[in-house]
């Protein structure tokens, strides 16, 4: 058998606050043994399971891999403004007049992440 991912790893400023914005966008859960302050933060959800580091360097350059989220109750626009409510910043807007495309956003320590168009949105 393969090997299998089992999380996905950010290093960042602030485990812990990085999570529950994480936590918060996924519709996820932070770890029950997880405090502010503490050096490292897991965030499960349905889609993957992430681990946030705390690390004494500053993002310093663009992400060379960054996830894509699909919304799964609501539009990707709905999605978008959900998002921003939670912390997050628009870093690209891709979005074509006919409806494809996609946002690039920014979580609150800058690392990258895109919002695609919901499955009912591209059946239609």
Do not use: I
């Not at 500053?58 to 626009?77: E, F, G, I, S």
């Not at 939670?86 to 320590?109: C, I, K, Q, S």
């Amino acid at each position: 058998m393969a090997s299998l991912v089992r999380h996905v790893t950010f290093d960042c400023s602030d485990a812990y606050t990085l999570a529950q914005f994480w936590a918060a966008a996924l519709d996820g859960a932070l770890s029950d043994e997880d405090f502010p302050g503490d050096p490292e933060a897991l965030v499960t959800s349905s889609g993957a399971t992430l681990l946030f580091v705390t690390v004494p360097d500053a993002k310093a350059v663009k992400n060379r891999v960054h996830m894509d989220l699909q919304p799964q109750d609501r539009t990707r626009d709905e999605e978008v403004e959900r998002l921003l409510t939670l912390g997050a910043t628009v870093f690209g807007d891709h979005r074509r007049p006919d409806g494809t495309g996609w946002v690039t956003m920014t979580d609150p320590e800058g690392n990258e992440f895109c919002v695609e168009r919901s499955a009912a949105e591209r059946a239609s």
